[in-house]
């Protein structure tokens, strides 16, 4: 079974910055699609970020300028910088990983973006 578990997540002023980190149990090869998602109560999970295995990014419009995926194969973690984050940006962040054979999520964590 492979566990993802992310960090980062906290309580920031809007324009503020943060940086999440998930950390796979599981050796992470660069051929992997792994990406970022969120969900705020009420609706359905949503895209942020994904890298494939190329190194190719894409992005939510919504997010596009200010947040950045990257990849550590070495360290096993994948990452999303958040930058000029907005109050509408606060949901729970999951990162998600396709090994190929299975699909793992992490257990989430919290964003607020508030004054």
């Known amino acids: 079974q492979v566990q993802l578990v992310e960090s980062g997540g906290g309580l920031v002023q809007p324009g503020g910055s943060l940086r999440l980190s998930c950390v796979s149990s599981?050796?992470?090869?660069?051929?992997?699609?792994m990406g970022w998602y969120r969900q705020t109560p009420g609706k359905q999970r949503e895209l942020v970020a994904v890298?494939?295995?190329?190194?190719?990014?894409n992005y939510a419009d919504s997010v596009k300028g200010r947040f950045t995926i990257s990849r550590d194969i070495a360290k096993n973690t994948v990452y999303l910088q958040m930058n000029s984050l907005k109050p509408e940006d606060t949901a729970v962040y999951y990162c998600?990983?396709?090994?190929?054979?299975?699909?793992?999520w992490g257990q989430g964590t919290q964003v607020t973006v508030s004054s």
């Open positions: 890298i494939n295995g190329g190194g190719d990014t």
């Open positions: 998600k990983v396709d090994f190929g054979s299975l699909v793992s």
């Open positions: 599981r050796r992470i090869f660069s051929i992997y699609v």
